[in-house]
């Protein structure tokens, strides 16, 4: 994917030194739609890094900048705090690399 990061990176840190970066990614693509208006759709995705890949999104990644990323889909659930269950749908990135200026 490539996209720009919607909000600074969130950093968890964990006993033993695991650390996680939660963040958002927008993708976007543009089409022209039957009439030959330019249209463009952004998406947003919800991503996680561990490790190596979250200190590397900590110190360069902010709000704003473009990147690419590889990583995997996945699909999990959890239940909130009113006991209500949750569904959650992210990417949990491999290999980032930083685009732009």
């Not at 900590?58 to 704003?64: H, L, Q, S």
Request: aromatic fraction near 8%.
């Amino acid at each position: 994917m490539i996209g720009n990061v919607g909000n600074d990176p969130e950093i968890e840190n964990f006993d033993g030194g695991k650390k996680l970066a939660n963040f958002t990614l927008a993708t976007s693509e543009s089409y022209k739609n039957d009439k030959g208006e330019k249209v463009e759709e952004t998406q947003w995705h919800r991503l996680v890094a561990w490790g190596k890949t979250a200190d590397i999104i900590e110190k360069y990644v902010t709000k704003g900048k473009e990147i690419a990323l590889e990583g995997k889909l996945t699909h999990r659930t959890y239940e909130d705090k009113t006991e209500e269950k949750r569904y959650i749908t992210e990417v949990v990135v491999q290999d980032v690399l930083l685009l732009g200026k």
